[in-house]
């Protein structure tokens, strides 16, 4: 596993790019959001690496909650590049880290699972990022300010991604 400067550095403009055709948000709106979804990918490869070493007092899983909400959302366009992905994932990250949206047997996390992740958070990348991703996104980046965000889609897609043949 590198480190997070490192996972931090890694650059995809075919993702940006169409994370910016789905959303109308500036380059530098979506280049922070993509920094945010690879610290939130490096985050869960380090539980992982964590929970392998039996640590105490950490998360069993982590949770995307509502306020963060956005980062989800480029980790789909994310992983929707799968080669793409697949390759961060092995050569930065050093195990796959999979999406498992909500199945129907999901337990939303209790108080105290929520503790130790908010706190988890804290210690491994820091105050700024937890108040980001938990007070700042979710009021920049609401459910209802995304729906605002998304662009117009034709036929379940895109309008920038609906191509005519000539």
């Known amino acids: 596993m590198r480190s997070l400067e490192e996972a931090l550095n890694y650059k995809n403009d075919r993702v940006l790019n169409q994370f910016r055709v789905l959303y109308a948000v500036s380059l530098p709106e979506a280049q922070e959001i993509a920094l945010?979804?690879?610290?939130w990918l490096w985050l869960n490869a380090r539980l992982k690496q964590d929970r392998s070493q039996n640590h105490e007092d950490i998360p069993r899983i982590l949770v995307i909650?509502?306020?963060?909400v956005v980062v989800d959302e480029y980790w789909?366009?994310?992983?929707?590049?799968?080669?793409?992905y697949e390759q961060f994932c092995k050569e930065y990250l050093g195990t796959f880290?999979?999406?498992?949206p909500g199945a129907p047997?999901?337990?939303?996390?209790?108080?105290?699972?929520?503790?130790l992740q908010l706190n988890?958070?804290?210690e491994v990348v820091g105050e700024d990022t937890m108040i980001r991703?938990?007070?700042?996104?979710s009021v920049?980046?609401?459910?209802?300010?995304?729906?605002?965000?998304q662009k117009p889609r034709l036929f379940d897609q895109p309008c920038e991604a609906v191509h005519h043949e000539t």
Do not use: N
């Open 36 to 39: 945010e979804a690879l610290k």
């Open 65 to 68: 909650h509502s306020g963060m």
């Open 76 to 84: 789909h366009t994310f992983v929707l590049h799968t080669r793409d």
């Open 97 to 100: 880290i999979h999406h498992s």
């Open 105 to 115: 047997d999901f337990q939303p996390p209790s108080r105290e699972e929520t503790e």
């Open 120 to 122: 988890y958070i804290c």
């Open 133 to 137: 991703w938990y007070e700042e996104y």
């Open 140 to 149: 920049r980046y609401s459910a209802e300010v995304l729906v605002k965000l």
